[in-house]
């Protein structure tokens, strides 16, 4: 299993940024893709960034795109989130887990992988 612990989120304005971190550990987790999932009140878990281990191509949902961008530092089992242009709707708790593989390859859905571990998130909170 891949342990994962999220960085401290924050509170800003409407667009502002903020950079998020996920530290990741484990026997495996070098070998996994890993993504950010979002979690507005009331609503279920969304994926909305994703990154393959392997090609290092990066995934994104259509609400996000053009201003979240993943990284992923190998050598610190570190994975970061770029959020720019925040906007109130980007509120919400956000976390990192590993993804579901070929989900992610072969129609570019980002969703957890089976028996992912989540951590206790960060909360990102966006005000006019």
């Known amino acids: 299993q891949v342990q994962v612990v999220e960085s401290v989120g924050g509170s800003v304005q409407a667009g502002g940024s903020l950079r998020l971190s996920c530290a990741f550990s484990g026997s495996t987790a070098t070998s996994k893709s890993m993504g950010w999932f979002r979690q507005v009140l009331g609503n279920g878990r969304e994926g909305v960034a994703a990154?393959?281990?392997?090609?290092?191509?990066?995934y994104y949902a259509d609400s996000v795109k053009g201003r979240f961008t993943i990284s992923r530092e190998g050598s610190e089992n570190t994975m970061y989130l770029q959020i720019n242009s925040l906007k109130p709707k980007d509120t919400g708790m956000y976390y990192c887990?590993?993804?579901?593989?070929?989900?992610?390859?072969?129609?570019?859905?980002?969703?957890?992988?089976?028996?992912?571990?989540w951590g206790q998130g960060t909360q990102v909170t966006v005000s006019v």
């Open positions: 990154i393959d281990r392997c090609s290092g191509n990066t």
């Open positions: 887990t590993t993804v579901h593989e070929a989900a992610l390859q072969e129609i570019g859905m980002i969703a957890p992988s089976s028996g992912s571990t």
